[in-house]
């Protein structure tokens, strides 16, 4: 007698919960990235277009 397999799809499980952390992390950073590279009241952002004219 031979047993037959059920082809049956696997459940999505979504991300662990570190990932989800991991993810949040690297917003964060990202976040903190943009600001600093801003600096204060985004005057570097103002340099960076008035050295493009």
């Known amino acids: 007698m031979s047993r037959k397999s059920l082809n049956l799809p696997l459940a999505k ?4 919960h570190g990932v989800k952390r ?3 992390e690297n917003e964060l950073l990202l976040q903190r990235l943009k600001q ?3 600096g204060p ?3 570097y ?3 960076r277009k ?4």
């Not at 499980?13 to 662990?16: H, I, N, P, Y």
């Open 13 to 16: 499980t979504g991300e662990s």
């Open 22 to 24: 991991l993810r949040r």
């Open 36 to 38: 600093i590279q801003a």
């Open 41 to 43: 009241f985004g005057i």
């Open 45 to 47: 952002e103002w340099f």
């Open 50 to 53: 008035c050295k493009k004219k």
